[in-house]
């Protein structure tokens, strides 16, 4: 690979076989009407649409996951899966459906879904005796079967985990990936015979989510316990990983690891018989992850040119184009170099297509293939065939280089890797240059309305993050707790909360949310 | 291995840790108490449930798929998905939702459907304004899609498949896996430019249906083609892989491969600007196999002593069993020697598990394991020990065999492959036996009480295949078509219709059906 960053393939284009590039992409309507920083809200949703990761479909809140998303989504199964499956979490399938009854049987529980829940209560022409709920989650369909299925001692741990789709007919604004009524997650339900071993295990997965955010999609994240007010619906605490969207200055609730304590098992009577014989309660987790993750990966890479993808999750990670001539023979020879190169490639195990397509410019294809957010390009034309190399162009930060044709493959692979890497710190970088820390309610007002994500000390007590809630409503909603960092900063003695003046407990992340 | 097959294991087992095997079988409820041929219902509901396959919920026709289960659904998956990425067929997730004008849209489609599709009406306590279906299959939901994505030729073809769980509330009696209100499947939806291309795919996908079939799961079918009768509702027509579960004399549609022509695209609008800048309608297909297949499996091999499974499919293809000696020395060799062998199996990709819990008797543990169905059982006792062998017990035909220590890993193998192949051949002997080929309306009624899988000349008249049905309906349901096998016997000429007596076209499958 050389530095050299001059544009030689300048020289190249001009032998382009002559169509407007310019013409071309109005009438294909590539390119975004909306930027980032603009319009973000439209800019995300253009971005999902146009870069084919999603379709709308005529019920609100529901949307097709297209090849692109589908593929992310099966990448991180497949770097879960066998992670979870050394933990010994076994798969298995629960059903769609909950009846009333079981629904019911967790108080709090259903207080936090009820309003969300979707109900069937008609087949064909017939109204059905019972209405039977849509699963928001599995809690109320597997602990019954834990039940069962748990007698002593021996029985436990039981650990099982399903992906599936869930539904939670939510009224707020609804947005792809983020806030869908129906999507697909995973979900894993665990039982202990002891508290420790159930923390022990909350932490584990939830550094499993941390590694899918950072290492796969390139997105930083804190992990963090969420408060009372904001844990899960009957649990008995809630710990989570938290990305960030600079451009909105919200935080996202990226992947929960709950310890559901004692509760469920009380309920659902999930029991065994310990060691001494005796009649215990099991304790409980759940977890889960979904596709908001992918959501979250567009909302802080992608640009005012489309999807930026990192090379791990990519369906297609290198783009290879060949830039045509006006001499057939040279132009045989370029298109010959773009099939080995793909060869090349391909046989190294990286994930490459080329574009051949005769009906349309280079620079009608670069626009294209940047739409979808491929992360590497390469370009092939007659000057690089003399000079024996090839164009790359980075798709995260623009970067062109020229690359030996020799040993191509091997330098992509770094290349690549390079992309993923820097995307994570660049990202980082921008998430970390957000974080304020603030000591009093005007300096937390202050960086509130700068869209901080911000760290302040707090007392800990349900009242007073009640209270800053409703002090700080508005349209977009109201500040919250996001999480309290496990990885805790100092906190000198006879520091005080910010909002009430008491003693403070633990520093804590707020902000507004999505 | 040596072929020597006397009982030396007898001597073994005088000697292990004197409990009643027998106390504790009836202790712990192991054991099924209805035969296959007794009481079919019955035996298939006790095997799946105590083989640990599924769990049944609250919500009739809805059951949970146990970790055994959900592995040969992954197993399949594993082969199939491949295979149609080969195809250039891509992976979508379309939504669980469909609007009622969506539904609507292609009449036949609709009524075949209507009478048990589950509407949601609800969420939380308010009505919806619109209710919407849950699908029963996703044509109506991807073919507005494809109106979008497709619009010339260079858009096909076009072709997208998902795994997802489908929800057909159906009235008749709910049998795991075979029929089920809510289940999960795999569902393909394909559009080309031209007839042709349409046809050939759909023999493609069905030969992947048989290799499912029999080279997994080693259940023999029959490749066929559905009456008019039988056929999707709103397709052009119907490819089927058809099983037969002998005790039953029933047939079962295995999993089918439709073209269904230009009906839908019709509908949809699922059109293409052809090379010559005309309008065309694209030629769709969609072909789907559903965790029916496991039903089918289960059906098929499974026995008196509970499940069989087919060594390819199986999550545990071998159980390690140490029989206790009163020796605690030679305890610990034995327990060493169970050791080594998993990990010797372990090492050779095979997947193997041992019981080693010493409250149990060896006689439980086998029970115990032939119960679950895994396909070989390894032995090892004081005797074995002296001997440098193993003993290994097929669970399909109950083989008894001692098999050096030295390359035991490369002889359960070729023992795993031989009863892989052996379930297959038996299975397809016994199907076979009970194919009965009849020429008149007497032979075929003798053949129907006899349980026959009936194979007839056939004038191909919908309304002799009304007749047919009306003639033989009794409270187990009709005799219907199966299919007109692909591969047609030769018809001399002059042969007749058994039913009507016209000239016959085709020899055709006849029978019962789940």
Redesign the interface.
């Known amino acids: 690979m050389d530095g050299g960053k001059e544009d030689n393939n300048a020289n190249n284009t001009s032998n382009v076989v002559p169509k407007s590039s310019k013409g071309r992409k109005k009438e294909t309507g590539l390119g975004l009407t909306h930027t980032k920083d603009g319009n973000f809200g439209e800019w995300y949703s253009e971005v999902v649409t146009k870069g084919e990761m999603i ?1 709308y ?3 609100s809140g ?6 692109t ?3 992310i ?2 990448i991180l199964q497949k770097f879960f899966e066998p992670e979870i499956e050394k933990m010994e979490v ?10 009333n ?2 629904l019911q049987k967790e108080k709090d529980h259903i207080q936090g879904f ?12 017939s109204d059905l005796e019972n ?2 709920a ?1 699963r928001p989650t599995s809690e109320t ?1 597997i602990y ?2 834990f039940s ?2 748990i007698r002593g001692h ?1 029985d436990l741990p039981k650990k ?1 985990y ?1 992906y ?2 869930v ?1 939670r ?1 939510e009224l707020s604004n609804p947005t792809p990936f983020i806030r869908c009524r ?1 999507f ?1 997650w995973q979900e894993g339900h665990t039982a202990h015979a002891t508290k420790e071993e159930a923390d022990i295990e909350v932490l584990q997965i939830l550094e499993l989510y941390r590694r899918l955010y950072e290492e796969y999609l390139a997105v930083p994240v804190i992990k963090g316990k969420k408060s009372e007010l904001e844990k899960f619906a009957g649990g008995l605490y809630t710990t989570t990983v938290e990305a960030f969207i600079p451009n909105t200055g919200r935080s996202v609730q990226g992947a929960t690891s709950h310890c559901l304590g004692q509760n469920f098992a009380k309920m659902f009577e999930v029991k065994f018989e310990d060691e001494k014989g005796e009649k215990a309660l099991a304790w409980q987790n759940s977890w889960g992850y979904s596709i908001r993750m992918i959501g979250v990966m567009v909302m802080v890479h992608s640009d005012d040119k489309g999807l930026v993808m990192p090379p791990k999750v990519s369906a297609v990670q290198v783009i290879v184009i060949n830039v045509p001539h006006n001499d057939s023979d040279v132009n045989r020879k370029i298109e010959n170099a773009c099939l080995e190169t793909v060869e090349a490639l391909c046989a190294m195990g990286i994930r490459v297509k080329q574009d051949p ?1 005769d009906n349309y410019t280079p620079g009608w294809k670069y626009a294209h293939w940047e739409m979808k957010g491929v992360p590497l390009r390469i370009e092939i034309g007659s000057r690089d065939l003399e000079n024996k190399q090839v164009r790359t162009v980075r798709r995260d930060n623009g970067a062109k280089v020229n690359v030996p044709m020799a040993g191509l493959a091997d330098t992509v692979k770094v290349m690549l890797d390079d992309i993923q890497q820097s995307m994570f710190l660049v990202a980082k970088d921008k998430r970390d240059a957000c974080v304020q820390v603030i000591k009093t309610w005007d300096e937390f007002i202050e960086a509130l309305g700068q869209k901080k994500l911000i760290l302040a000390p707090w007392c800990d007590e349900e009242e007073v993050e009640k209270h800053v809630k409703a002090k700080t409503k508005e349209e977009s909603g109201a500040c919250k707790t996001l999480c309290s960092p496990i990885d805790q900063p100092e906190m000198p003695e006879g520091t005080l909360c910010f909002a009430s003046g008491k003693p403070a407990k633990k520093w804590t992340y707020w902000g507004r949310s999505y």
Chains 1, 2 share one sequence.
Do not use: M
């Not at 076994?90 to 009846?99: I, Q």
């Open positions: 379709e479909s005529d019920i529901c949307y097709t996951l297209r090849p998303s589908t593929h989504w099966r076994e798969e298995c399938y629960f059903e769609l459906f909950v009846s009854k079981s009820a309003p969300e829940v979707a109900w069937v209560t008609r087949s064909g022409d209405p039977i849509i369909i019954p079967k069962k299925w021996r099982v399903q599936c789709n539904v007919w129906e697909l397509r």
